[in-house]
């Protein structure tokens, strides 16, 4: 038919679902807020000085730093060893590196509250990444 005028359909209307980020890299993302967060708050309401180094930008760079470490690590496990295998090794690792930077905390020359405050944010951020690195079916 000449000069036949187009039906929109539907998919020319409604803009397609946008895909789901995957749990890691939500994980990467979320945990520098998290840090952030705790950071504010255990200086602000709580009066902490974690100032011996552990500035707001400090932490949340840090933060996102190590969220970027451990989602390559993952991927560079599962290439190698397969997803059980390196799930198992991620977490034991990853335990293993929130128990160092806890006990890393002991000699620091801060007020025991800050101490505590320090050990409040680094498992606030492990609560983010271990699972999230961990979780099973993600999208990566």
């Known amino acids: 038919m000449a000069g036949a005028i187009p039906v929109q359909t539907q998919e020319d209307i409604v803009p397609p ?71 198992r090794i991620w977490m034991a690792v990853a335990f293993g590196a929130l128990a160092a930077s806890i006990l890393a905390i002991v000699p620091a020359d801060v007020t025991t509250g800050a101490k505590w405050g320090l050990v409040a944010l680094f498992s606030a951020v492990a609560v983010v990444l271990i699972p999230t690195m961990a979780a099973r079916g993600q999208k990566d």
């Open 17 to 87: 679902t946008p895909k789901p980020i995957g749990y890691r890299l939500a994980g990467v993302l979320l945990a520098p807020g998290v840090a952030a967060t705790m950071h504010l708050v255990l200086t602000g309401p709580f009066g902490l000085s974690l100032e011996s180094g552990f500035g707001l930008m400090t932490v949340t760079l840090a933060t996102l730093a190590v969220g970027m470490v451990a989602w390559i690590a993952v991927m560079l496990l599962e290439q190698g060893l397969g997803k059980e295998k390196s799930r």
